[in-house]
């Protein structure tokens, strides 16, 4: 950083360091020493820590305010949001308001139908689904998104979600439709869901019942998942 004074080279160099802080701060140990351990070694309180730093991608979009980065660097500081949620509230998925996180989101300035844009929304409808009482916000988000992606991961995870929220809401039919469109539209998807549940960028929707939250384990086929939604779905 110290050598990128100005032009591409310390644009680039903000983004990088940004994402490496934010990386960092996901891993639950370094060099198999626990979190823990590596804090007390340099003198860290452990949410310190934890905590993202946000002047990198802050002096991005205050540095180069034309950045293509622009819209990343914006849904980059809504991750940091939710990771000090996370360090303040211990579970990301308790009750506790992710109104802060939201607004973060919505300050994301990116073109319809940009990959920005459809994780703008993806994240939205995330959290707005976590808040029990706002699914039919998280529906429209989901909604937005499936029907303004070309067929792949994104609008695969607008069409599983918006799916689920449509089973929670109990409008089976449309959730029967929803599934049908992604088994006839979108090619089959692997997901894998890593150990630990990290951050924003590696959110995994899919779910292995019915009636998850939006999350599953191990190795799922999209097309396994989605013709056990619907059989699910077809019983009601």
Known sequence: MSFAESGMEREEALWFA???????????????????????????????????????????????????????????LAACQRRSHVVANG????????????????????????????????????????????????REHFQLVADAMPPGPERSMALMNLGLCCVILGDNEQAKLTYE???????????????????????????QSADGVFFFGDIKSQNSVTRSRLDYVNKQ
């Open 18 to 76: 940004g994402e490496a802080w934010l990386q960092r701060i996901y891993c639950t140990c370094v060099f198999d020493k626990p979190e823990c351990e590596v804090a007390h070694s340099i003198d860290l309180d452990i949410n310190d820590l934890n905590l993202p730093n946000r002047s990198f991608f802050k002096s991005l979009l205050e540095e180069f305010p034309d950045s293509p980065l622009r819209p990343f660097a914006q849904l980059r």
């Open 91 to 138: 579970n990301p998925r308790n009750d506790k308001p992710f109104e802060p996180i939201l607004a973060e989101l919505n300050k994301v300035e990116a073109p319809e139908g940009s990959y920005a844009w459809a994780w703008k929304h993806l994240y939205s409808g995330v959290f707005h689904a976590f808040i029990g009482d706002q699914l039919p916000d998280a």
């Open 181 to 207: 469109t992604t088994l006839r539209d979108i090619p089959d998807i692997y997901w894998l869901h890593c150990k630990w549940s990290r951050g924003l960028d590696e959110w995994t929707p899919l779910t």
